[in-house]
């Protein structure tokens, strides 16, 4: 889809946007103007997809193989990549003790290991192009600390400080890398953690207590950051992390 907004004329790649932040994003990217390939490794994404007149493909962010093959398809689609949202990611609940490593290497592998594939995928033609705006989703849990999320904070972490070291290395060819790092936010992904156990529910909640406005964040306030981030509007910012997280951090 194609038009008049703030996103007119760019070229726009989401992972992981069958749902949640990814879904909310891709349809305010298409009503902001933005031609789009959407991949996930659900195929729900497809539905989504033909709803905003975009192309989907079937990708494991965690996969070398796939994540090239979706960049072949992105840019024979699109002609080139002017926005790269790499948001694709998973959470497994435990603590540093009770994390198995197979656990570990599958979240590492989706949120970290797949957020540097993606990146690598894209970032030739995006040069060549001359430039243009790498997201990342990253967490609030990216920057402190909190019980039995161990391969998940630690793969967030890992998210700002490799869009760091990305804008570093390419902020003179056009570049520009940021990461995104929403707190709690009711996602499809919150919603399966909350309803396993009524335990997991309350910690939860008093999670999302903890914030200074008392609530979970939507997905569509996160896709407004994501929005920034992708247009013009954001042209002198890179390097950062931009926290969405009803001010979690900030007390």
Same mark, same amino acid.
């Given at each position: ?17 069958? *749902?949640?932040?990814? !879904? ?7 009503? !902001?103007?933005? @031609? ?10 497809? *539905?989504?997809?033909? !709803?905003?007149?975009? !192309? ?30 790499? =948001? ?6 435990? @603590? ?25 995928? $894209?970032?030739? @033609? ?21 019980? =039995? ?28 890398? =940021? ?20 335990? =997991? ?14 609530? $979970? ?10 929005? $920034? ?23």
């Amino acid at each position: 889809m194609s038009g008049q907004g703030r996103l007119s004329h760019k070229r726009a790649i989401i992972t992981g946007a069958a *749902s949640g932040i990814g !879904e909310a994003s891709a349809r305010l990217y298409a009503a !902001e103007g933005a @031609s789009l390939v959407l991949a996930d490794i659900d195929p729900k994404g497809a *539905s989504v997809a033909r !709803e905003l007149d975009a !192309e989907f493909v079937r990708c494991d962010v965690s996969s070398a193989a796939d994540v090239e093959r979706l960049a072949a398809k992105a840019l024979e689609r699109l002609g080139g990549a002017d926005v790269l949202f790499a =948001n694709a990611g998973i959470a497994v609940e435990s @603590s540093v003790l009770a994390t198995t490593e197979d656990d570990w290497q599958r979240v590492l592998g989706t949120d970290l290991t797949g957020v540097w594939l993606t990146c690598r995928a $894209f970032l030739p @033609s995006m040069l060549a192009n001359g430039g243009g705006s790498i997201i990342a989703t990253a967490s609030q849990l990216g920057l402190v600390g909190i019980a =039995n999320l161990a391969a998940y904070t630690a793969a967030k972490g890992g998210v700002i400080n490799l869009m760091r070291s990305l804008a570093a290395e390419h902020g003179r060819d056009g570049i520009r890398a =940021n990461a995104l790092c929403p707190g709690p936010t009711w996602t499809p992904l919150t919603e399966r953690l909350t309803h396993r156990d009524g335990a =997991n529910e309350d910690a939860l909640h008093t999670v999302a207590e903890r914030t200074l406005l008392g609530r $979970f964040g939507r997905p569509e306030e996160l896709a407004s950051a994501a929005l $920034f981030l992708a247009s013009d509007e954001s042209s002198y910012v890179t390097g950062s992390a931009l926290v969405v997280d009803g001010g979690y951090t900030a007390v």
